[in-house]
């Protein structure tokens, strides 16, 4: 089955880039000569993302990997994507609600961890962003976050000899372009996969949960799995859990985008793999523990009108079962991406 959807993508890759050959405006593009292959893990769907458009390539993931780590991005040069989003945080912010930004600012969210992006096509919490390579702009323009704007970032890309190399080995010509910065940079994103918990490797066979961790996945699948599915651990619906809406950061969510009345306060069902270590919890990052969250679901949930109708009575577990679930939820961990050096700050 994994090598029948491996054999698929393969060719969707080839007869993509037929197409981006034959295609006036893309001509310049000639991808890197190191096609890499995209596994998918097993029991996962095929991946939403577009690899015809942008095939992955070893050249691609370097200067994606490279601009991913590069402070050149931001104004004053401290704040690179990777300072806010940490490899051991799953490229999450960790410890903090909030991530800082340009000046110290603080970012109006939490920093999400990044993984398993090929499998999402809405990007933020409140899905405002389609894809990947229209993401990356945001947190560079943003005066709260790198605060600089593209027309400098590409100047001083063009001012540095090794880009001209790398983008030439990534794209066929050295020519430095926003769009070509873009598909760098998801190359690299596109790239974090985790699907390597003691879930998944039960699933395979490969483990056993203990006694804990067993009765903890009999209550996930009864109470949370509506909303946080196998295999990726969310639906990738917006949803209003019945948070408190924050007082200073006035986030309504979804509503931001769709302009809905209906969709106030719904943010995007985050997935769950992982979890253990992507703390704070939430868009802003209001709860510290697994604990709270669960201690949400069951105390503190507020009624309104959008709240989803599975949750207008809560959901209740007695204190047995909350260390059940937990134990649960630790095992949807995964090193494999944290501690992989292909990650690593290039040098
Ligand atoms: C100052 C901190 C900060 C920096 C720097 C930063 N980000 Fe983020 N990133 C965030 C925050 C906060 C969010 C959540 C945004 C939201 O939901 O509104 C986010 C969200 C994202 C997402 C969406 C993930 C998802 O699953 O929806 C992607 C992708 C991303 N960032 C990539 C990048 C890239 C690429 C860079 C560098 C060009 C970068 N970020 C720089 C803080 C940062
Ligand atoms: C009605 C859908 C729904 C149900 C049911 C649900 N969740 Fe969630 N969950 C969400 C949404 C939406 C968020 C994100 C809210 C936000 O960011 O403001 C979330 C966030 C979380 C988070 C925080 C993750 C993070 O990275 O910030 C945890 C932990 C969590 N849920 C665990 C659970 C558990 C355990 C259950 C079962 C007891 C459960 N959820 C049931 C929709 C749901």
Redesign the pocket.
């Known amino acids: 089955m994994k090598w029948r959807l491996i054999l698929i993508l393969f060719i969707i890759i080839l007869s993509g880039s037929f197409v981006i050959h034959s295609c006036r405006k893309d001509q310049e593009d000639v991808p890197g000569k190191t096609l890499l292959a995209f596994t998918i893990p097993n029991g996962f769907p095929p991946p939403l993302y577009n690899f015809s458009k942008n095939p992955l390539t070893e050249e691609g993931f370097q200067l994606g990997r490279m601009?991913?780590y590069d402070g050149r991005?931001?104004k004053d040069g401290h704040?690179?994507?990777?300072?806010?989003?940490h490899q051991v945080a799953v490229f999450g912010?960790y410890d903090h609600d909030?991530?800082?930004?340009?000046n110290d600012q603080h970012?109006?969210?939490?920093?999400?961890?990044?993984f398993n992006?090929a499998w999402?096509n809405?990007?933020?919490?409140?899905g405002?962003?389609k894809s990947?390579e229209e993401?990356?702009?945001?947190?560079?323009q943003?005066p709260?976050?790198?605060a600089e704007e593209i027309g400098n970032v590409i100047t001083k890309l063009r001012n540095d000899e090794h880009y001209h190399h790398m983008f030439k080995a990534a794209f066929g010509s050295d020519e430095i372009t926003i769009e070509r910065m873009e598909k760098a940079?998801a190359q690299f994103?596109v790239s974090m996969i985790t699907a390597n918990s003691k879930y998944d490797q039960v699933k395979r066979g490969a483990a056993t949960f203990t006694d804990y961790e067993q009765r903890g996945y009999a209550l996930f699948q009864a109470k949370c799995a509506s909303c946080h599915p196998e295999p990726l651990f969310t639906d990738m619906s917006y949803r209003n859990i019945g948070l408190k809406l924050n007082d200073n950061l006035k986030d309504f969510g979804r509503l931001v985008v769709t302009g809905k009345k209906e969709d106030s306060l719904k943010f995007?069902v985050?997935s769950l793999r992982n979890v253990s270590i992507t703390y704070p919890y939430m868009?802003d990052g209001r709860y510290a523990s697994l604990n709270s969250c669960i201690e949400h679901y069951g105390n503190n949930v507020q009624q309104g009108t959008t709240l989803d109708p599975l949750l207008t009575n809560g959901i209740h577990f007695n204190s047995s079962e909350v260390i059940d679930l937990v134990a649960f939820l630790r095992a949807l961990t995964d090193s494999t991406l944290t501690k992989d050096p292909r990650f690593y700050l290039a040098h």
């Open positions: 601009l991913f991005l931001s704040y690179p994507c990777a300072s806010c989003h912010t909030l991530s800082h930004g340009y970012s109006n969210r939490n920093a999400p961890a990044l992006l999402k809405e990007f933020h919490a409140d405002k962003y990947l993401e990356c702009l945001d947190p560079i943003r709260n976050q790198m940079l994103m995007r985050p868009h």
